[in-house]
């Protein structure tokens, strides 16, 4: 599993933790969330057993970079979200960083949930998520 | 240090009878420790040292033929050993006596040297010996320390671990040129416990054995395949070679797949890898050095693959990636 | 226009990214982020998806070097990126725990590559470390039933990795003349 072993992120993991599971628990569209290092640790998540999170977190670790090089390399400065528009859901991929620490939200969406009320659901969770984080 | 493997002689002249018998039995004691063996002889003009009692003056000592010859006041030595002066003053010490004959052995050996044969050029069968030397004592996969001595050289290897090393002053290039230029037969010996402590203590550090190997099965050849290496063999190689570390032509690079894959001819390795006999053969045995050739049994020409006159045939279709392999290394500068 | 992959594996630090620079007509794309795992790579940053250089060829076709991430976590990035490639290069750092291991891994990775002879290996920091040594890199391939060339390279030296690519190219041209033949 790929978690780093270091107490100093544990209360970390547990804030994140908190968030991710409010978010899938209030969003019945939401089916689950990964918050991983941008080199691909899981920090916290929430996803069903048919779900790999040490490998979800690895992709989405992957995802993230090429995100940031496809846009470095087009001038267009800094990549913020991504999306990944699929037959039966969305991926959401946005940036929840603070400071020095990198990290990535991605939330898995069904097609219940609209892109409008999908992004603004991510976007809400990973504020509350920031501002508890930087309020330590 | 740089002489080695010699039998010596030792003759005491006008000393006390004392002096000399107790000499005569420390030499018995002293010859397991020594860098060369040591006999004792009584005819002082036969001798490679000789010990001269108090107050014989040198000229009245019967010289040896050659004046390869030390003569040593047991009065006053100064012999200089690892740099300090050397007395053997009574009570005669017995490692005062193994210094004192080491300290002779580095002075004939230094002596022995201006006055060598000059070699020829490019000597006949000389990296040959040199090189069957280093294979039979490879193949014995020996942990002890041997000297390979040849056209006045001497090579130090240690067979287990692959590896070699020359003297602290020697260069490397140079004595291993030499090595490979010697047209003697190349003598091997085992060292003493001494002798590689002394070499350990001079810094000498050991080096992998590959890049010599295949010195000498490269320079040696001559055009002929190694003892053991038929001219009708099929080889096979076990594995490329380090070409990182090995030097290597392009022809050995285009052959070295082919024979890793099946073995081969020599007439089929000459058609593919577009090079003369001669470098076949070199190949083979450098590669055979490094003991990376099967020998397999010859096949009829019928059933060569690949003949000398005709070259391969590949049906261009199913290549897949060859066809630009040409464009990329042209690109590259490969 | 074709295009044509060559693959740089290799765990964290084996010198992917320094190999494609080697060669690389453009500045190397790279997607280098944060290393959180410290404790066992000592990089202050890490590759997560790829490294990208390319070598423009005759008549418009293209040469794209691919560095793969090292960690196995990012397997999937190492089956996208091989799919269709001309050869892989793996890269071993023999001063890293266990350089056997390592390369076990990747070959048994990229096995398909391998065992159609367009594979080549090179290990790094060998002066360093000369333990093990390339002949204990044959042999743990052999036990794998893999047949691959084995070098030690210093892929700082542009010559070294343009050796690495020289012997990739004629094993695959000697593969495809014995598939021919046969």
Redesign the interface.
Known sequence: M?T?ADKDYAAEAAVCQRHVDSLVATHTGIRGAVIA?????EIAAHVDSSVSV??L???V??????S??VSR?SKIGSSRDLMIDAESGRLLLVDASTG?R?RVLAVLCDNRETLGQALWAVRSCREAILRELEGH | MSAMLSTRRVAVSGARLRSELLFRSMLRVSNTRTQDTWTFCDASNEADVVLCGNGTPNEAVPRKSGAKQILVDLSDLDTRVSGEKLRLNEPIRITDVIALLDAASSRLAQRARPQAEPQPARAENGSFAFALALRDLFANGSPDVHGIEANDQVLYVIPASRSFFTTESADDEETVSRLLLSAQAAKTAQLKRHQIRELEQSGALPKPINALLWRAGHEGSQGRLLPGLGESDRFHLKRWPDFGKLSHTPGELRLTPYLVRAPRTLDELETIGKISRAEVCAYINACALLDLIEVKAPVSQVGSVIAKTEPVVVKEKRKVFSGVLGSIRAILGI | MKEYKLIFTGRMGAGKTTAIAAISEIPPVQTDVTNNDRPAHAKATTTVALDYGEVTLPHGDKLRLYGTPGQSRFDFMWKILSEGALGVIVLIDNSAPDPLADMREYLDAFRDIVSSSRAIVGVGRCDTHPVPGIDSFCEAAKEMALSVPVMSVDVRRREDVLLMLEVLFHQIEAAEADEALS
């Open positions: 790929n780093i290092t941008t080199d691909g640790f040490a490998k977190a690895a992709m670790s992957s995802l993230s970079a090429l940031e090089a390399e020095a990198k």
